[in-house]
């Protein structure tokens, strides 16, 4: 039974615009973009030309199509293909790269973890729920590229001043959205060294640790008997669902369950504990 085949468009903007699409058969014929086309095969065999030889992608594997590369797609079994794919302006990538040449993988098709991460986070849906999420997720998707393209990293001297004013600024202003343009006005460097710096000196990205010192605040009002809702708009995330969402990415449990296991020890009700000393 043939199903029909489909595309969803999310809003582009920003130079940044994505995709997810089924095709049973033929997708498209041969034709190219003036944009980055890089995406992850959720299911089936996606199957294309590119660069004079016939590419398949399977489900972990992520496509990276060059800008002006001609290419076309259909599906490589009768089961079809699913993916998603987003499309990025190479200008972007370049000024997150700092002025390095536009990364290229060979063959349209890689293996790199790292990349098919970064792509990932780029395509959910909560890196275009606060600016700062989106900036992250492009310089992740850039560093990632440039990785998987084999692009020696450059050593550039670190600026921990400017790291350190950006860090301040973050907690002075968990309770709205923040970007990564406002963190370069108050640390003096331009967005993109900032957020290299930043990571440098501090182990994360911007937008980790804004999520981190938000929920670090959610869970003291919670302790203090606040409702999630509260708690979440407190805290300067989008609702509720999205607060609970990453509280549960970066802790592994609900916020509803964190708080009954750190209300089971605190009121003594916990399993009893072997505590094993140093010796």
């Known amino acids: 039974m043939k199903v029909p085949d489909w595309i969803r468009h ?30 992850i095969t959720l299911g089936g065999v996606q199957s294309f030309r ?17 800008p002006d590369e001609p290419h076309d797609g259909e599906a490589g079994t009768d089961d079809g293909f699913m ?13 997150a790269l700092g002025n390095q040449p536009l990364p290229f993988v060979p063959g349209g098709i890689s293996d790199d ?13 909560d890196s275009r729920a606060d600016p700062l999420a989106q ?12 990785a998987a393209a084999g692009t020696p990293a450059r050593q550039q001297k670190g600026d921990f001043a400017a790291a350190q004013k950006a860090r301040e600024f973050i907690h002075q202003t968990l309770d709205r959205p923040l970007t990564l343009d406002e963190l370069a006005r108050v640390s003096g460097r331009d967005r993109w060294s900032l957020s ?29 008997g606040d409702s999630l809702a509260d ?29 009954k296991t750190v209300d089971a020890g605190d009121t003594g009700t916990h399993p009893t504990r072997t505590i094993v000393q140093d010796r």
């Open 83 to 95: 993916y998603r794919m987003v499309y990025v302006a190479p200008a972007l990538l370049q000024q």
């Open 113 to 125: 973890p790292r990349l098919h991460a970064a792509v990932a986070a780029m395509l959910a849906d």
């Open 196 to 224: 290299r710096e930043f990571r440098r000196y501090f182990g994360t990205s911007p937008y980790r640790y804004l999520t981190l010192r938000r929920l670090d605040r959610v869970r003291q009002m919670m302790r203090c």
């Open 231 to 259: 708690c979440a708009a407190s805290a300067g995330f989008a609702d509720q669902s999205h607060m609970t969402r990453q509280f549960a990415q970066a802790f592994g449990v609900s916020p509803a369950r964190w708080l």
């Open 50 to 66: 590119y660069r004079r030889a016939r590419r398949d992608s399977l489900p972990g594997q992520t496509i990276v199509l060059h």
């Open 135 to 146: 900036d992250d997720a492009l310089f992740d998707l850039a560093t990632a590229l440039s």
């Open 10 to 39: 999310s809003n582009g903007f920003g130079g940044i615009e994505r995709i997810e699409a089924f095709f049973q058969g033929h997708g498209y014929d041969m034709h190219r973009h003036d944009t980055y086309a890089i995406g």
